[in-house]
């Protein structure tokens, strides 16, 4: 990486310096140039006054001052004219300089703070933490790359356990400190050094803690085959507008991801194939605007998945042909305004999904093709006043799924092709599908 920038310093030299014609060249032409600029004014002006003369009555001879005298004007105006031509090159030329300087500069620091994340020392590594922080504000046309370096040190072998072999001394504060920078870096949109819209990638992060809260995503941010094994990542109140975020196939072990009070509008979020065995990510009280957040495939054996007082407006939530083995995904007293919440081909073979007091007016959720064969699907106190609840072809041989409590004022509830072979329901005060 230094080789590249060293590279690239080097290449300001041909990009700011003008192209210059040899001096024995320019000499010589600026020479006949003005010989041939100064006769052809002076020819302009002596038939100019020769005509002045003859019109006169009686006429006169031309007088040779005269001439001379408008010769030497027009050729002092030219001159002014080139004089202020060869100032505005000199400025260019000293301009250059100045750039030239300025990146050799930045380049050096770019250096000294490389091999200062390299040093085995954790405080010599944070001062390289910071110091290119300060060179990603100072360099934009350089920003993303130092942005690059931050994340590559994230993405680097870590070992969490002080205990185990690998571990390496103040290497979690150094990896805190970088996601501190990162998120400061993000809680300004219009901020001339925003990072908001750059390029962030965490790709096979082991995350055992950092805190993003408040932050302002407009790119793309990649935490794909990430880890998050302990701690808290932090994302609450965070707002997601246009940006594409990748959890695919991130692992969530242990700690807790909180996306509390975030703000979805337009993004793509993507947890496809992502596994959740212990940790708990939550969404509650998380505004669903529009934009699509994927679960897709991804496999539920522990941990929670919270959407507790979270509004769905507009935006498509998917769980398509996800495996719910153990854990649970929680969808207490949530408000489905409008959008898709989407379960197709899922497989409930453990675990819990609750809807427990949520309010459906206008969104559709889908069960469609889903299997029950052991899990706990809860609708208990939950109001379907309009909108769509689908469990089209569902198979329920096994598990319970529970609608006690819950109201229905307009709500188009859907069996058609489901099949009832050992499933325990509670339906509540809604009507009994036939086959059930």
Known sequence: MAISIRRKREAPRGRYTPNLWPVWIVAPVALITAGVVGWAIYNYAYDHFAQAARDQTPAKPVDINDVLKATVTALTLIGAVLAGLYAYRKQLLSEGDAHRADASQLADRYTTAVEQLGHAEAAVRLGGVYALARLADDWQEQRQVCIDVLCAYLRMPYEPD?????????????????????RQHLQDPDASAAWCTYRLDFTGTVFDGGNFSGSHFRGEVTFSGATFSGGTVDFKEATFSGATVDFGRATFSHGRVDFGRVT???????????????????????????????????????????FWEATFSGATLGFGRTALTGGAIDFDQAT?????????????????VDFERAVFSGATVAFERAAFSGATVGFEGAAFNSGTVDFRSAAFSGGTVDFGSATRSGCT?????????????????LPIPSGA
């Open 336 to 352: 489905l305004n409008s959008g898709e919440v989407r379960f197709a081909r899922a497989a409930f073979r453990d675990g819990t």
């Open 162 to 182: 002080p205990t185990a072999a690998g571990h390496k001394a103040g290497e979690r504060e150094v990896r805190l400190t970088i996601i501190s920078v990162i």
């Open 413 to 429: 509830m859907g069996f058609e092709r489901a099949t009832f072979s050992g499933t325990t329901f509670d339906w509540g005060p």
């Open 264 to 306: 979805f509008s337009g993004a793509t979020v993507g947890f496809e194939r992502a596994v959740f065995s212990g940790a708990i990510v939550g969404f509650g009280r998380a505004a669903f605007n529009s934009g699509t957040v994927a679960f897709e495939r991804a496999v539920f054996s522990g941990g929670t998945v919270e």
